[in-house]
């Protein structure tokens, strides 16, 4: 191991208090991205952000405005011409904290219990930002960065990013890199470290549904007038066969099938069906015949329900027929799908059979596509080795349930591969109450990452 490696690893050791420290600070920030009464924070977070930037040497450093949600911005060149350039991304938004009454701790009073640091936001994903940030300042600190740094944060990763991909077309100057470094990711157990290799796309509707011009009395008019509820129900009902698979007209059209290969790598993974059933307490899994649940994760799209209102939800009992029936729904993709295809699947398995005797809307909310990344490509393996230069073992290549639209839209609009990395744990409470950062596995991540710079390194010499 060189000398500066192990400096600036014994750096990060050092700082290892004041680095939480820090972490605390940004965690307090309520920034809420989805509610306007956090406005105020969401801005107070960005700001932060960007003086964590100015403090590395960053340079260009800008708070920019969008429709929504600033984008924080900067660079940081010290390793010349010849050397790559990485674009390092990470959000500083977080989900609502709801139900309070479910925290053990104040969600935005970041509370340190036993080797957890619990608070929002803390996992998902300040936690993972902070890594990258302080494995940087540990190379600065003690040496010169082997790779080049852009930097985008934003603020509306946990609304699906709605102005990310007009703000990458307005500037792909600043954004302009070989590839970028998502530290969005996670790791399947403490003990076994793993690299994403794909994510799923995402896109998000709210349909409507109206009937009568308002609720009505369900004695006088039951059975005479549709009842919104009724419809919206069987709608949803209508949208999967009975062995699971979705029924939008072409949904299926453009899904890669799972190769020999792919099966063998959802094999490898620690999260069996029993794994599934035993961390959701569901009493039964289901979904798409003739795959693993793993699979059904990774590899095949969904269209999940996400919240449906109608007519009187209070204590007791109100005989209304509703006059409005309302569901969220949203369609995880896989590579080849597009959102708005998908949009238009929605839309056209509604005029088949949404019922003339009700009106109805579909709204979009979000949309985008599913990315991967070849695990054999050189800086893959530089994370790959970096991994188990620190855990010892091997890291398991795996592919994301979840949606990251920034990933797909680098790759769509830029053509640039993206490295999905991170430190959070599946028991983490993601978008839950409790929500907490494993501290010895934070640790271990910024370790990690000054491996795996140095280790980049040394493919450049190559």
């Not at 949600?69 to 390793?79: I, R």
């Not at 005479?224 to 939008?248: F, K, S, W, Y």
Request: include cysteine.
């Amino acid at each position: 191991m060189s000398d500066q490696r192990e400096k600036a690893l014994a750096y990060a050791h050092e700082n290892g208090e004041r680095f939480l420290e820090e972490l605390k600070a940004l965690v307090a920030i309520p920034s809420v991205s989805t509610d306007s009464k956090y406005q105020k924070d969401m801005e107070k977070a960005a700001n932060w952000v960007a003086q964590a930037l100015r403090d590395l040497g960053a340079k260009n450093v800008a708070v920019m405005p969008t429709a929504k949600h600033p984008m924080v911005v900067g660079e940081l060149f010290q390793a010349g011409a010849s050397a790559a350039t990485f674009l390092v991304y990470g959000h500083y938004d977080v989900q609502p904290p709801e139900p309070l009454e479910l925290w053990k701790t104040p969600p935005f009073e970041p509370t340190v219990v036993g080797e957890n640091l619990y608070g929002r936001g803390t996992s998902d994903m300040k936690g993972q930002m902070m890594a990258g940030l302080k494995a940087i300042e540990s190379i600065i600190k003690t040496d010169h960065l082997p790779v080049n740094l852009r930097f985008i944060f934003e603020g509306e990763e946990e609304i699906g990013s709605p102005s990310m991909g007009e703000f990458i077309r307005n500037h792909k100057d600043i954004l302009k890199a070989d590839l970028a470094l998502n530290l969005d990711g996670g790791i399947v157990a403490v003990d076994l470290p793993t690299i994403s290799i794909s994510v799923r796309g995402l896109a998000y509707f709210e349909l409507r549904v109206y009937g009568a011009a308002g609720d009505l009395h369900s004695g006088m008019f039951g059975g005479a007038v549709h009842n919104p509820a009724q419809v919206l129900c069987e709608l949803i009902a209508g949208m999967h066969d009975r062995q699971g698979r979705v029924t939008l007209p072409g949904f299926y059209d453009r899904v890669r099938p799972l190769s020999a290969e792919d099966r063998e790598n959802f094999a490898r993974l620690p999260t069996n069906d029993d794994y599934f059933l035993k961390t959701t307490g569901a009493p039964a899994l289901f979904g798409e015949e003739g795959y693993s649940a793993a699979e059904r994760i990774g590899g095949r799209p969904t269209l999940e329900v996400n919240g449906l209102y109608s007519g009187y939800i209070g204590e007791g009992s109100k005989t209304v027929l509703p006059a409005y029936a309302m569901a969220k729904i949203s369609c995880r993709l896989v590579p080849d799908q597009d959102p708005e295809e998908v949009h238009q699947q929605l839309r056209q398995y509604l005029e088949e059979h949404a019922p003339k005797s009700v009106r109805w809307e579909l709204v979009q909310f979000a949309g985008s596509p599913a990315s991967s990344i070849d695990p054999h490509q050189p800086q893959v393996q530089a994370l790959a080795q970096a991994m188990e230069q620190i855990w010892k073992v091997k890291p398991i290549f795996k592919r994301e349930g979840g949606s990251i639209p920034i990933i797909g839209e680098l790759q769509q609009l830029l053509g640039m591969p993206t490295i999905l990395v991170g430190f959070g744990l599946p028991d983490d409470n993601l978008h839950a109450p409790n929500e907490k950062l494993h501290l010895p596995t934070w640790q271990r991540g910024i370790d990690t990452l000054i491996h795996f710079f140095y280790n980049v390194k040394e493919t450049q010499k190559g």
